[in-house]
């Protein structure tokens, strides 16, 4: 079964993922390799490893819209996919479980790419120079959201995230200066560093009950954002984790809370407020 990640904007659509990392759930043995198909598409200057089970580089010069990957493979080298301004589709089979660094890198038409539902963990510069991504729905079997998967996505407006995620990674959400809201899910554990900075739309943040960690700079800079509720399981707020965000005049702090870092809520109305009422945790080094 596979999951797509769809990427909606009223014409042209701009999709510029990164690496990709999974497992196949109850996975047996690999499928064999399609060798008639893969030598169709060597043919047509696309290159294989060895082995054939890694699809190192598309031709970019190829003009089909369209392009499905051979059975067999299960993973998509870095750069793979790299200015391939023709695509609009990408179909990857279930057995697929890593995909490169920037592997869709100036893919200036690229609108869905069809990914294994059981992949786990997403990480490294998804939204690079991604500035037309509006939505997207990342796979139902991801577990941790790693480092600025959707960074610079100026477009996005809202993102689904799977139930199961327990991480947020570094800049996962950096600079999605149209992000309005994100709904967290309920297995969230660790918001790490600048996850969501930048994201001067954001208005309201709920943090999940079993959420234990809001990172350095997590919501830095989040100018819009008036209201967070915060866990009764979270144990510590980063250093500089709401710092600027100048519309934020009161929180409610847990008795979870063993530590508040320095800068936490610099240039927040409600820094005063913090450092009177949570001065035993607030740590004063800014």
Known sequence: MKMKLKILRSCSVFLCAAVLLGAMTGCGKKAPVNKERVAVDESKGIHFSEDKRKLEAYNPKIEAKEYTAPTGITAVGERAFEKCGSLTNVAL???????GERAFRECTRLATIALPASIETMVLYAGEQSSTVSSATVPTGLTALGK?????CKKLTGVTL?????????QAFYNCESLTSVT??????????????????????TIPERTEKIGADA???????????????LTAIGPGAFEGCRNLTRVRIPKSVRSIGARAFKGC???????NDYKELYNYGD
Not at 184 to 205: G, M, Q, Y
């Open 93 to 99: 089979p279930g057995g697929v479980t890593a995909i």
């Open 148 to 152: 600025g998967v959707f960074k610079d």
């Open 162 to 170: 799977p139930a199961g995620v327990r991480t947020i990674g570094y």
């Open 184 to 205: 967290l899910p309920a297995e969230l554990k660790v918001i790490e560093d600048s996850a969501f900075e930048e994201c001067e739309n954001l208005t309201t943040v």
């Open 219 to 233: 919501f830095k800079k989040c100018r819009r954002l008036t209201n967070v509720n915060f866990s009764a399981t």
């Open 269 to 275: 109305p409600c820094e005063k407020q913090v450092k």
